[in-house]
Protein backbone atom coordinates (compact mmCIF):
# COMPACT_ATOMS: atom_id res chain seq x y z
CA UNK A 1 0.00 0.00 0.00
CA UNK A 2 2.99 2.34 1.03
CA UNK A 3 4.69 1.47 -2.46
CA UNK A 4 1.21 2.40 -4.83
CA UNK A 5 1.16 5.58 -2.84
CA UNK A 6 4.64 6.58 -3.20
CA UNK A 7 4.09 5.99 -7.21
CA UNK A 8 0.94 8.15 -7.06
CA UNK A 9 2.83 10.86 -5.18
CA UNK A 10 5.66 10.31 -7.67
CA UNK A 11 2.83 10.74 -10.42
CA UNK A 12 1.91 14.01 -9.11
CA UNK A 13 5.02 15.54 -8.56
CA UNK A 14 6.06 15.13 -11.95
CA UNK A 15 2.94 16.32 -13.36
CA UNK A 16 3.31 19.30 -11.31
CA UNK A 17 6.66 19.96 -12.06
CA UNK A 18 5.85 19.68 -16.05
CA UNK A 19 3.12 22.11 -15.80
CA UNK A 20 5.35 24.79 -13.22
CA UNK A 21 7.81 24.06 -16.65
CA UNK A 22 5.41 25.20 -19.08
CA UNK A 23 4.37 28.04 -17.18
CA UNK A 24 7.88 29.48 -16.90
CA UNK A 25 8.77 29.21 -20.64
CA UNK A 26 5.28 30.34 -21.24
CA UNK A 27 6.13 33.73 -19.17
CA UNK A 28 9.64 33.53 -20.59
CA UNK A 29 8.37 33.40 -24.62
CA UNK A 30 5.56 36.69 -23.25
CA UNK A 31 8.46 38.73 -21.51
CA UNK A 32 10.62 38.24 -24.92
CA UNK A 33 7.79 38.86 -27.08
CA UNK A 34 7.02 42.03 -25.64
CA UNK A 35 10.38 43.56 -24.76
CA UNK A 36 11.61 42.76 -28.64
CA UNK A 37 8.61 42.55 -30.79
CA UNK A 38 9.07 45.94 -31.65
CA UNK A 39 6.76 49.04 -32.35
CA UNK A 40 5.25 47.97 -35.70
CA UNK A 41 4.68 44.29 -36.85
CA UNK A 42 3.75 43.91 -40.44
CA UNK A 43 2.16 40.50 -41.32
CA UNK A 44 0.89 38.21 -44.08
CA UNK A 45 -1.82 35.96 -42.94
CA UNK A 46 -1.53 32.08 -44.19
CA UNK A 47 -3.69 31.94 -46.32
CA UNK A 48 -3.04 35.03 -48.50
CA UNK A 49 1.01 33.85 -47.73
CA UNK A 50 0.19 30.60 -49.69
CA UNK A 51 -1.46 32.33 -52.61
CA UNK A 52 1.71 33.84 -52.88
CA UNK A 53 1.53 36.98 -51.64
CA UNK A 54 4.45 37.94 -49.19
CA UNK A 55 6.87 41.19 -47.69
CA UNK A 56 10.46 41.78 -47.57
CA UNK A 57 13.08 44.53 -46.85
CA UNK A 58 14.69 44.20 -50.30
CA UNK A 59 12.99 45.41 -53.35
CA UNK A 60 14.74 42.11 -55.02
CA UNK A 61 12.84 39.69 -53.08
CA UNK A 62 16.35 38.02 -52.65
CA UNK A 63 14.59 36.58 -49.59
CA UNK A 64 11.03 37.32 -48.42
CA UNK A 65 9.21 36.23 -45.31
CA UNK A 66 4.81 36.46 -43.51
CA UNK A 67 6.26 38.51 -41.22
CA UNK A 68 8.80 41.67 -40.89
CA UNK A 69 8.99 43.77 -37.28
CA UNK A 70 10.92 47.24 -37.57
CA UNK A 71 13.13 48.43 -34.56
CA UNK A 72 11.72 49.41 -31.31
CA UNK A 73 11.98 53.49 -30.80
CA UNK A 74 12.01 54.49 -26.97
CA UNK A 75 11.85 57.29 -25.80
CA UNK A 76 9.82 58.99 -27.71
CA UNK A 77 9.27 62.52 -27.77
CA UNK A 78 6.84 65.01 -29.34
CA UNK A 79 7.65 65.98 -32.78
CA UNK A 80 6.26 68.16 -35.97
CA UNK A 81 5.91 66.69 -39.34
CA UNK A 82 7.66 69.54 -40.66
CA UNK A 83 10.42 68.29 -38.84
CA UNK A 84 10.79 64.58 -39.69
CA UNK A 85 10.57 65.96 -43.76
CA UNK A 86 12.88 68.75 -43.58
CA UNK A 87 15.82 66.85 -41.83
CA UNK A 88 14.97 63.37 -43.26
CA UNK A 89 12.28 62.83 -45.70
CA UNK A 90 15.23 62.07 -48.60
CA UNK A 91 16.71 58.77 -46.77
CA UNK A 92 13.60 57.53 -45.07
CA UNK A 93 12.53 56.75 -48.61
CA UNK A 94 15.60 55.69 -49.94
CA UNK A 95 16.79 53.21 -46.90
CA UNK A 96 15.07 49.92 -46.68
CA UNK A 97 14.06 48.72 -43.57
CA UNK A 98 13.96 50.35 -40.79
CA UNK A 99 15.65 54.33 -40.67
CA UNK A 100 17.58 55.60 -37.63
CA UNK A 101 16.39 58.96 -37.17
CA UNK A 102 18.65 62.43 -37.43
CA UNK A 103 19.81 64.53 -34.23
CA UNK A 104 18.71 68.06 -34.23
CA UNK A 105 21.42 70.61 -34.20
CA UNK A 106 21.52 73.94 -31.62
CA UNK A 107 19.91 73.80 -28.37
CA UNK A 108 17.64 70.96 -29.52
CA UNK A 109 20.65 68.42 -29.58
CA UNK A 110 18.34 65.55 -29.60
CA UNK A 111 16.98 62.68 -31.81
CA UNK A 112 13.85 63.00 -33.16
CA UNK A 113 12.67 59.70 -32.00
CA UNK A 114 10.22 58.44 -34.55
CA UNK A 115 9.32 55.19 -36.41
CA UNK A 116 10.50 55.05 -40.00
CA UNK A 117 9.84 51.56 -41.90
CA UNK A 118 9.99 51.01 -45.52
CA UNK A 119 9.52 47.32 -47.03
CA UNK A 120 8.17 45.79 -50.11
CA UNK A 121 4.91 43.71 -50.86
CA UNK A 122 4.61 41.28 -53.73
CA UNK A 123 2.70 39.04 -55.68
CA UNK A 124 5.16 35.65 -56.23
CA UNK A 125 2.19 33.70 -57.14
CA UNK A 126 0.52 33.42 -61.11
CA UNK A 127 -2.63 35.17 -60.66
CA UNK A 128 -4.07 38.80 -60.00
CA UNK A 129 -5.55 39.50 -56.98
CA UNK A 130 -7.27 42.27 -54.50
CA UNK A 131 -4.85 42.34 -51.48
CA UNK A 132 -6.51 44.11 -48.47
CA UNK A 133 -4.49 45.23 -45.40
CA UNK A 134 -5.82 46.79 -41.53
CA UNK A 135 -3.83 48.56 -39.60
CA UNK A 136 -4.41 47.82 -35.90
CA UNK A 137 -3.16 48.63 -32.55
CA UNK A 138 -2.82 45.41 -30.57
CA UNK A 139 -1.47 47.28 -27.04
CA UNK A 140 -1.35 50.53 -26.24
CA UNK A 141 -0.94 52.25 -22.42
CA UNK A 142 -1.77 55.90 -21.56
CA UNK A 143 -3.40 58.77 -24.08
CA UNK A 144 -0.15 57.71 -26.52
CA UNK A 145 -2.42 56.70 -30.09
CA UNK A 146 -4.47 60.39 -28.91
CA UNK A 147 -0.85 62.12 -29.84
CA UNK A 148 0.26 59.89 -32.27
CA UNK A 149 0.27 59.91 -36.41
CA UNK A 150 1.00 57.53 -38.72
CA UNK A 151 1.49 57.80 -42.53
CA UNK A 152 1.77 55.41 -44.83
CA UNK A 153 3.33 56.26 -48.51
CA UNK A 154 2.88 53.82 -51.13
CA UNK A 155 5.50 53.92 -54.37
CA UNK A 156 7.77 57.14 -53.01
CA UNK A 157 10.51 57.43 -54.92
CA UNK A 158 12.74 60.49 -55.91
CA UNK A 159 13.54 62.14 -59.28
CA UNK A 160 16.75 61.68 -60.46
CA UNK A 161 16.86 65.60 -61.31
CA UNK A 162 16.09 66.05 -57.44
CA UNK A 163 18.56 67.22 -54.80
CA UNK A 164 16.76 66.90 -51.86
CA UNK A 165 12.82 65.95 -50.03
CA UNK A 166 11.48 68.68 -48.70
CA UNK A 167 8.20 68.62 -48.66
CA UNK A 168 5.40 66.22 -49.45
CA UNK A 169 4.69 67.18 -53.36
CA UNK A 170 8.36 65.99 -53.66
CA UNK A 171 6.90 62.54 -53.41
CA UNK A 172 5.53 63.01 -57.68
CA UNK A 173 3.87 59.58 -58.21
CA UNK A 174 4.24 58.42 -54.56
CA UNK A 175 0.56 58.19 -52.71
CA UNK A 176 0.28 59.01 -48.75
CA UNK A 177 -2.30 58.94 -46.43
CA UNK A 178 -2.24 60.58 -42.87
CA UNK A 179 -4.18 58.75 -39.70
CA UNK A 180 -4.75 60.17 -36.49
CA UNK A 181 -6.85 59.57 -33.07
CA UNK A 182 -9.85 61.81 -33.47
CA UNK A 183 -9.05 65.23 -31.96
CA UNK A 184 -10.84 65.93 -28.26
CA UNK A 185 -10.59 69.43 -29.17
CA UNK A 186 -10.55 71.80 -32.78
CA UNK A 187 -7.10 72.44 -34.19
CA UNK A 188 -6.60 74.81 -37.12
CA UNK A 189 -3.36 72.47 -38.03
CA UNK A 190 -0.52 73.54 -40.80
CA UNK A 191 -1.26 72.82 -44.09
CA UNK A 192 0.85 69.62 -43.85
CA UNK A 193 -1.43 68.01 -41.24
CA UNK A 194 -4.24 68.73 -42.75
CA UNK A 195 -7.09 66.19 -44.41
CA UNK A 196 -5.71 63.29 -42.32
CA UNK A 197 -8.48 60.78 -42.14
CA UNK A 198 -9.53 59.78 -38.46
CA UNK A 199 -9.03 56.04 -37.21
CA UNK A 200 -11.66 53.62 -37.40
CA UNK A 201 -11.74 53.18 -33.68
CA UNK A 202 -9.98 53.39 -30.81
CA UNK A 203 -7.99 50.12 -31.91
CA UNK A 204 -8.09 50.15 -35.87
CA UNK A 205 -6.45 52.79 -37.48
CA UNK A 206 -7.64 52.14 -41.08
CA UNK A 207 -9.39 48.92 -43.54
CA UNK A 208 -7.46 49.28 -47.06
CA UNK A 209 -7.21 47.50 -50.35
CA UNK A 210 -4.99 47.33 -53.51
CA UNK A 211 -6.63 46.63 -56.74
CA UNK A 212 -5.30 44.26 -59.01
CA UNK A 213 -2.09 43.29 -58.29
CA UNK A 214 -0.56 41.50 -60.86
CA UNK A 215 1.76 38.41 -60.63
CA UNK A 216 5.23 39.60 -60.27
CA UNK A 217 4.12 43.15 -59.50
CA UNK A 218 5.66 45.16 -56.38
CA UNK A 219 4.46 47.60 -54.22
CA UNK A 220 6.46 49.97 -52.43
CA UNK A 221 5.35 50.56 -48.50
CA UNK A 222 6.91 53.80 -46.56
CA UNK A 223 5.58 54.04 -42.41
CA UNK A 224 6.10 56.94 -40.40
CA UNK A 225 4.59 56.99 -36.94
CA UNK A 226 5.17 60.20 -34.38
CA UNK A 227 4.03 62.06 -31.42
CA UNK A 228 2.66 65.22 -33.11
CA UNK A 229 3.61 68.27 -31.10
CA UNK A 230 0.51 70.22 -32.38
CA UNK A 231 -1.87 67.77 -31.45
CA UNK A 232 -3.92 69.65 -29.02
CA UNK A 233 -3.97 65.80 -26.92
CA UNK A 234 -0.02 66.55 -26.46
CA UNK A 235 -0.31 69.19 -23.83
CA UNK A 236 1.13 69.54 -20.98
CA UNK A 237 -1.86 68.78 -18.91
CA UNK A 238 -1.74 65.22 -20.24
CA UNK A 239 2.08 64.95 -20.06
CA UNK A 240 1.89 62.33 -17.36
CA UNK A 241 -0.05 60.40 -19.40
CA UNK A 242 1.75 60.17 -23.14
CA UNK A 243 5.49 60.18 -21.95
CA UNK A 244 6.52 56.77 -20.69
CA UNK A 245 3.33 55.60 -22.54
CA UNK A 246 3.74 52.45 -25.02
CA UNK A 247 1.85 51.20 -28.25
CA UNK A 248 2.73 48.45 -30.31
CA UNK A 249 0.69 48.08 -34.24
CA UNK A 250 0.54 45.69 -36.33
CA UNK A 251 -0.07 46.05 -40.52
CA UNK A 252 -1.88 42.82 -41.45
CA UNK A 253 -2.71 41.83 -45.22
CA UNK A 254 -4.69 39.07 -46.76
CA UNK A 255 -6.55 38.58 -49.91
CA UNK A 256 -10.18 40.17 -49.50
Given at each position: ?37 GNFVMTVDEET ?76 GRYETNVGYEV ?107 YGSKIKIAMNF???
Amino acid sequence: MKKIRYKSARRIFRIGYFIALVIMLLLAFLTYYGQYSGNFVMTVDEETYDRGIAISESKEFETYARWLTADAVEEVRDITLEQIIYNDFEGILTTDGSFRDSVLGGANNRKLNYLAYTFYLRNVGRYETNVGYEVVITDVTGMLAQGIRIMIIQDGYIYTDQTSITTLDDLRDGTYTLYQYEDTEHKDYPQVLQNAKNFLSDSVVCHEQIRGLGADQTKKFTILMWLEGEDPDCTIKNIDQIYGSKIKIAMNFFIE
